[in-house]
């Protein structure tokens, strides 16, 4: 069954930096890569989506870039702020309307 | 803009008791998702429906059943609940049209203690 691997549980940074979150996974490639956000007991928020054929995509600070030789994906946070603080979740999903399936997180702390 | 709503926001039952989550998705799309997520955990897919119909199915334990109404909404039963059916159930909508079909957006989820 795929398998997704985010680079570490937690990751601490100063603020103005630029944040490099990891994703990595095994078996086949999914059509789609998503990047979510989770703040603690709220729903994850969708932030970007890649597809398999894309190499990069970019939004105002964000940027995801999708390598399906390595099945890795980056997430960048430029600039960092303390309100980037919260949990990051990379998602793949396969086809339209199915389901998707989650990485573990990498929560982020973003400090002043 | 609207949201996905979930009801009710938390709940607390007892061990073999019967619980019943209503999800309504936003206007106009049409396919309605379910998740569990444990403590520290990332969110698992239970089950999905398209057009009233189930679409996708995961992890779901034959304690739970759901369905997709005709105004779209969503109710997930749970019975004979146990202690492990506590935590966090994620409503989610996509719409198929428009391209965007990949990208769903989480309802604020229902807390479900099971005592």
């Known amino acids: 069954s795929q398998k997704i691997e985010q680079n570490s549980e937690a990751l601490n940074i100063q603020e103005g930096k630029t944040a490099t979150l990891t994703c990595n996974y095994t078996n086949y490639s999914p059509a789609y890569l998503q990047w979510y956000r989770q703040d603690p007991g709220r729903g994850p928020v969708f932030l970007l989506l890649i597809r398999e054929n894309e190499k990069e995509k970019r939004k105002e600070r964000l940027k995801v870039t999708f390598d399906t030789t390595l099945k890795q994906s980056l997430f960048h946070i430029t600039a960092s702020q303390p309100a980037d603080s919260a949990t990051y979740l990379c998602a793949l999903s396969y086809s339209s309307a199915s389901k998707i399936i989650f990485g573990s997180g990498t929560r982020l702390s973003i400090r002043p | 803009a609207a949201g996905v709503i979930q009801s009710p926001r938390h709940l607390i039952k007892e061990k073999r008791e019967t619980a019943t989550l209503k999800c309504y998705p936003i206007p106009r799309h049409d396919t309605v998702y379910w998740y569990q997520q444990g403590p520290g955990q990332d969110p698992q897919f239970l089950i999905s429906?398209?057009?009233?119909?189930?679409?996708d199915k995961g992890s779901i334990p034959d304690r739970f059943s759901a369905q997709q109404f005709s105004d779209y909404h969503s109710e997930l039963n749970m019975s004979s609940l146990e202690l492990g059916d506590s935590a966090l159930y994620f409503c989610?909508?996509?719409?198929?049209?428009?391209?965007?079909?990949?990208?769903?957006?989480f309802g604020p989820g229902t807390r479900l203690t099971v005592t």
């Open positions: 989610a909508s996509s719409s198929t049209g428009g391209g965007n079909s990949y990208e769903q957006y």
């Open positions: 429906f398209y057009e009233k119909m189930q679409s």
